[in-house]
């Protein structure tokens, strides 16, 4: 669809060569594709010690110009958004780049019309619907920091964030549709707001035709607000420095941390990683499951696809509503070429059944993509055969918050594809494995801590508030790397494989095994939906392993089941990574976003549950009683 893509392995290869040879030449060369006000007078400036990070330095711009007006001479009337409803019943909206465009800049100026100017911090806690898109794309119109929270969190999770940021304003609606719940959003800022004190203005969007408490001078109605607003609104002129967003963080592993994007660098390469993971064709349509709420979201449902002129899908349910076929259904409605989802979705979607996903043609599919933790091999599978129907790529896209886009993942139908392995990574990402001693290992068949050694325009520019806290969590373990907390494995030919988090490696007489590859032969037993692994104490061998397993059908032999646990990890590990004690429960203790939170499951293992830390974003806190009650 444009010169951005790199159309064949071969020419990756020479891409990632030359962006390592000469990552300026590189980077400006891409950079060259975009509107800016004003051209940069230095590419890239850059220390890992304070950090100080600095792409595209004097340029200006206004990212939604990129994602909107840029557009509108040619693709005006191409479709920039569909939206699918929760309830299929109900019709589906789609906005064109025009209608998006001018959406958005009515929108920018009821802002403006309440007092946010550039700066000023807005929070965003709304739910998938083309409005929260709207919201997000009218604070950067207009210079505004926007800060989405996900509208699954409490009252004080919601607190803790507004008064982090210290938002001026919040941006609601009355409430949301959740498969067959419907759950109020606005009670939940009301109540939030009692804790908090920087917030002026709310504006609640009338999703449900409810009505919620409005208190006087301080709520709006949405439509109220846009009633006499123009369609045009001349865009803010940024500099590529300048804040674009703070987004905080799954807190999967603690408390979770205000990662700050910048205008400029997050621009260039989401639409870069966006047009080559998913190897984007002009009138593809594109979907990602994700909510707005996570970066997966921000990155490539809104500003990825929108910065290439993409038509992008919103989806505001759940993937089984009204039955567990709902996503194959979406993608035959709309054509979708190209889905991107979790791993999480993958496993509990195959719990329920091939039938489900059979029914549906799934034609149009040409790329799926996978994220958000590391993905089993009997998931990978099953995705393979039965949504791709062993015709489409699978890219397994390993990123975080804090690099802003996709860092290790395949492209498209272009990079050769490996169960389990996230692949390569994208030009201009410079990922080194690291030993304990923090010296870089240059060998293959190597496993060791995951860190970058070169800045990528997107990398996270400090933690709101707290530069401190930046320093000390990504720039502070090994000096002049980027630490990105996970450990990896990179095979004879230089792919990368995720092996979880190096918080929860387990250490059994001196052997080392990360998470995911224990719990990857585990899931091998069809029986087995998920598990978890983590490690604990042991008087001889450092660490035992404590495996934490759902079962498909915990009606049948529970001690059949251990036993083909305990066969499939022997064969496909050893002996030495044998689960000592397996527990079967019926849910995993999750994060909002749908990842696993083995920290709380180590205090389990441990017997220490008198404070299991920050468990404002976990998601079902019923599920970790169970967990503690049963404990082995
Ligand atoms: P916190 O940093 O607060 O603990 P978090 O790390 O869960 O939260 P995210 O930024 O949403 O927050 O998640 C990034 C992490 O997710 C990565 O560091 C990695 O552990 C995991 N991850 C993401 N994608 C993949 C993938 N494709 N394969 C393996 N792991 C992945
Ligand atoms: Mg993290």
């Known amino acids: 669809m444009s010169n951005l893509q790199i159309k064949s392995f071969e020419e990756y290869q020479q891409k990632y060569a030359k962006s390592v040879q000469d990552p300026e030449g590189f980077w400006a060369e891409i950079a060259e594709h975009f509107q800016w006000k004003r051209k940069w007078d230095q590419v890239l400036e850059w220390n890992f010690e304070e950090p100080k990070i600095e792409w595209f330095k004097g340029a200006t711009l206004n990212i939604t110009e990129n994602a909107l007006d840029r557009h509108l001479a040619d693709r005006g009337d191409k479709v920039a958004l569909i939206w699918e409803p929760n309830d299929p019943k109900e019709k589906n909206i789609t906005y064109t780049y025009s209608e998006l465009h001018s959406a958005v800049c009515q929108f920018a100026n009821a802002l403006k019309a309440r007092g946010i100017v550039k700066g000023d911090r807005v929070c965003i806690y709304m739910p998938m619907i083309p409005e929260l898109t709207i919201a997000v794309l009218a604070c950067a119109r207009i210079g505004a920091i926007h800060s989405v929270i996900f509208a699954g969190f409490s009252a004080s999770a919601v607190a803790d964030r507004v008064n982090d940021a210290q938002a001026k304003m919040i941006i609601t609606a009355d409430g949301l549709n ?21 917030i002026e203005s709310v504006i609640v969007h009338n999703c449900l035709g ?44 603690g408390k979770p941390k205000g990662v700050v994007h910048t205008c400029g660098g997050y621009m260039v390469y989401t639409a870069y990683t966006f047009q080559n993971v998913f190897q984007y064709e002009e009138n593809d349509i594109y979907w990602c499951t994700a909510d707005i709420g996570w970066i997966t979201g921000h990155s490539y449902i809104v500003y990825g696809p929108l910065l290439s002129g993409a038509t992008t899908v919103m989806f505001e349910g759940i993937p089984t509503y009204p039955d567990p076929g709902r996503f194959w ?41 996978t994220v958000g933790e590391p993905i089993n091999e009997e998931a990978w599978k099953w995705y393979y055969l039965h949504v791709g129907k062993e015709r489409c790529s699978i890219t397994d896209n390993w990123w975080q918050t804090e690099t802003g886009g996709i860092m290790i993942s395949g492209l498209g139908n272009i990079s050769p594809m490996k169960p389990s392995y996230a692949g390569y990574p994208i030009p201009g990402i410079q990922p080194v494995l690291l030993d304990q001693k923090g010296k870089e290992i240059t060998d293959n068949e190597m496993e060791g801590y995951l860190c970058i050694k070169f800045p990528w325009p997107s990398i996270l520019r400090t933690t709101w508030g707290d530069h401190e806290r930046c320093k000390l969590t990504y720039f502070s373990h090994y000096k002049g790397y980027y630490f990105t907390g996970d450990a990896a494995k990179r095979d004879e030919n230089g792919m990368y494989r995720l092996l979880g ?29 998920e598990s978890a692994v983590v490690g604990y104490p042991h008087p001889v061998k450092g660490q035992s392993i404590y495996a934490f397993v ?20 022997v064969a496909q590990i050893g002996k030495i990574a044998l689960p000592e004690k397996i527990q079967f429960v019926t849910g995993l203790p999750k994060t909002r976003s749908g990842k696993i939170m083995r920290r709380i499951l180590r205090k389990v293992a441990e017997g220490d549950t008198s404070n299991l830390g920050d468990t404002s974003t976990l998601l079902d806190p019923l599920v970790v009683e169970e967990i503690v009650a049963n404990a082995l």
């Open 178 to 198: 959740r498969g067959t719940k419907q759950i109020p959003l606005k009670r939940v800022i009301d109540e939030a707001l009692e804790m908090c004190n920087s």
């Open 210 to 253: 409810w009505t919620p408490s409005m208190t006087d001078q301080r709520d709006f109605w949405w439509h109220e607000c846009i009633l006499n607003e123009s369609t045009a609104c001349q865009a803010e002129e940024m500099n590529a420095e300048d804040m674009l967003f703070i987004l905080y963080t799954s807190g999967s592993t």
């Open 329 to 369: 259904q979406i993608i035959d409605k709309h054509g979708v070429n190209q889905f991107l989802t979790a791993p999480t979705a993958i496993r509990s979607l195959m719990a329920f059944g091939e039938e489900h996903v059979l029914s549906y043609s799934l034609d149009s599919l040409k790329v799926l993509g």
């Open 501 to 529: 988090r190096v918080d929860d490696v387990i250490n059994v007489s001196g052997h080392r095994f990360g998470t995911a590859e224990i719990e990857n032969a585990i899931n091998t037993n069809s029986n087995v939906i």
């Open 550 to 569: 759902v079962l498909d059908k915990p009606s049948d032999d529970i001690e059949n089941s251990r036993g083909e646990i305990v066969e499939s990890v």
